[in-house]
């Protein structure tokens, strides 16, 4: 049985990382063998003449600041936002709480596509189409529901009586949350901080509608422009894509070990 599980297991993840490497190795091939009817599954003859196009690309420093700049003010800004909801969940009893709840858990299910024309009309309102303000509040928005719901599971299954402990012994509100809670769901902030990354990092369709200004894209909406009215460079984008995804590999290899913790604890607690 367990031979089993492990082959089918095997199987399961060479079927999920093809993808993957075929797009490595599909961006060190030559221009003509990407076009080529015959696959090749080692990329010979080698040539990194792809990356080369991809990293001198015009705009490519330039978006590359922009998405590293907004990912890292959104993380940073869902996760002390919806640490902060979520500890005035569990440990705070107000009216409307539980109505709060289930509204967060109505909001997660709204297609994403849906809020576009909202969320247009809200940011034109409010004079932030087209600012890196209005995109991050943007992101911010869509990684709350999510990242409050998961920090809340975690914050439920902290035992109350250690904070009592804490505050009898002479401790006050700020250092109870900076020693205990923030120690204890560590695990949690880094597997809502992983969602919050990928979701600021990879979307197009917000970045595309909100920033009309070219001096304010993101590396995705940058991808596009390896497809004109002339072709698409296919080598380039591949290339391209590569990058792309690298820091998003990165940061997931750093985080690994706390990730996992803190998906196995988000399964059993709250």
Known sequence: MRIARNTAATLFCVVWLFPVYWMVNTAFKPYGDILSTT?????????????????????????????????????????????????????????????????????????????????????????????????????????LPFTIWTLRGFLHGIPVELEEAAMVDGAGRGTVIRR?????????????????????????????????????????VWLVSFSTSTGTDYGGLIAASTLFALPVVVFFALVQRRLVEGMTAGAVKG
């Open 39 to 143: 696959p090749r599954f080692l990329p010979f003859p080698f040539t990194p003449a792809n990356f080369v196009d991809a990293v001198t690309k015009s705009g490519f420093l330039r978006d590359l600041g922009n998405s590293v700049l907004i990912t890292a003010a959104v993380v940073a800004v869902a996760i002390v936002v919806a640490f902060l909801a979520a500890t005035a969940l569990t440990r705070f009893r107000f009216p409307g709480r539980r109505g709060f709840l289930i509204g967060v858990l109505v909001v997660q299910m709204v297609p994403v596509p849906a809020l576009v024309i909202p969320l247009f009309l809200s940011l034109k309102s409010v004079h932030l189409l087209n600012t890196f303000l209005g995109l991050g509040l943007t992101y911010v928005a869509l990684v």
């Open 180 to 220: 205990i809670l923030l120690p204890l769901v560590l695990p949690g902030i880094v597997a809502t901080s992983v969602f919050a990354f990928i979701t600021a990092w990879n979307d197009f369709l917000f970045a595309y509608v909100v920033m009309k200004d070219q001096s304010g894209y993101t590396l995705p």
